[in-house]
DNA sequence: AGCCGTCAAGAGCACTGCTCTCGTTTTCTC
DNA sequence: GAGAAAACGAGAGCAGTGCTCTTGACGGCT
């Protein structure tokens, strides 16, 4: 019965998967701002009124590149942490990093798409933040993972969050049960870290500055982890 | 002599800043993308061409935008940071902070302009680089004068830079005169924590998470302190 | 067999950045 | 002060964009 049926959704998938393959290898080129519809549907041969069919505007287009980054970053720092031995926290801290750094540099436009400013009239819709916690996530389970082994044991003279910001740490706690309220600040600390560093390389802060790069990432990320408490 | 000259130029240079004027505001509403010199025109009762002898291609406009969106921005954290008693370092840091992160909440289309993902297809010319470290020589200035009085004092533990970063550190040590290497990279790590923070904020990435932005990012600020050792 | 939904095609609208030309006005030079 | 030169605003026009609407053809269903 779907035999027949499916003769036209399959071709239907087919030709969305195309779009987007298309449209992402724009993306890469010319950046956000130039995917054209026009020039994707060029580049299938159809006419550009045809990609209406598939995608109702630019934006829901760019919106599924947005859900399939998200979880191809996701992936990449999931798969990444997970070959690390569960018990070293600081290399699992650091494998994920890595990860993000390098699907960031070898995926500059979806990057940009992701953390960088947000395209101008572009409201991202509540689909994409299933997908977009998955990097997140896996920094939170390492976090709780090492707090409940008991190995996060940060500094001395660690400045103590003040009162004013009780509770506020409920929805990252989610990401890492049972984790005090410090140590939740100082994983958001390690988070920003992370991503401000990232982005500063790829959107070019670094450029004629920093030469090895990956030497230099790989040092800020250990000293993102003091604060943190995360020992080896 | 120059009176009857300056009548042209008088005009001329009225005319211009009107013009970036009212891409500033265009900015502010529609955001780097939306910025038309069509509407810019036409808000100023000009027709569309008559920009061009004004500013020869969008991207020229942009261009001044951003140079003064980099000196608006290093004005602040400069006034902001000067304001504090000289010996109180950990207070000029915070200061500093904040006048970032004040002045990006308060002009967040600008903000993204400067620290944002690069607007495709445009490339910053050279002359932007002198205003774009205004912000960051603070912070530089800064830390070197608390290396200078003893002040710095970072946690036992930290780890060391590795050999392979030898060198690497040239460029931003110009910042920061007589300050040894482990310092530096501290310092690096402030500032991508410093802004991966306040990119964080203004991109949206805390919306429905954290309330009390303000005092977070406080706190996140002086944990972002402690690799540095930037004693009160 | 007939019907109805799906599809590609094409024309068209309103908008963009940018170029070129054409008179006009202002400034500089002799 | 007269004439040359530069600067200027207006307008038309080009190529491109996202998106809408209509038209006609094809395929699957009862």
Redesign the interface.
């Known amino acids: 019965m779907t035999a027949s049926r499916t003769a036209r959704e399959r071709v239907r998938a087919e030709l969305t998967r195309e779009i987007t393959d298309i449209a992402r290898r724009q993306l890469a080129t010319?950046?956000?701002?130039?995917l054209s519809l026009r020039a994707v549907a060029r580049e299938m041969g159809m006419v550009s009124s045809a990609i209406y069919r598939y995608f109702p505007s630019r934006d829901d287009l760019l919106t599924t590149l947005i859900i399939d980054g998200y979880n191809a970053l996701g992936e990449a720092v999931e798969r990444a942490e997970a070959a690390c031995p569960r018990a070293d926290h600081l290399g699992r801290w650091l494998a994920a990093c890595h990860a993000v750094r390098d699907w960031a540099v070898s995926h500059p436009h979806e990057y940009?798409?992701l953390?960088?400013?947000?395209?101008?009239?572009y409201q991202a819709p509540q689909d994409t933040i299933a997908a977009r916690v998955r990097d997140v996530a896996v920094l939170g389970s390492l976090v709780s993972d090492a707090w409940r082994a008991g190995a996060v044991r940060p500094?001395?003279?660690?400045?103590a969050?003040?009162t004013?910001?009780e509770g506020?740490t409920a929805?990252?706690r989610e990401l890492m049960p049972g984790v005090p309220d410090e140590t939740v600040?100082?994983a958001?600390?390690g988070w920003?870290?992370?991503?401000?560093?990232v982005?500063?390389e790829v959107?070019?802060?670094f450029d004629?500055?920093?030469?090895?790069r990956r030497?230099?990432f790989?040092?800020?990320m250990?000293?993102?982890a003091?604060?943190l408490g995360l020992a080896e």
């Not at 920003?192 to 560093?197: C, E, I, K, S, V």
């Open positions: 010319e950046g956000a701002g130039g940009a798409l953390y960088g400013s947000p395209v101008p009239g500094p001395a003279g660690l400045p969050p003040p004013a910001l506020e929805a990252f600040w100082a958001i600390s920003t870290n992370l991503y401000g560093w982005s500063f959107f070019g802060q004629n500055t920093l030469g090895d030497a230099a790989d040092h800020a250990r000293l993102a003091v604060p």
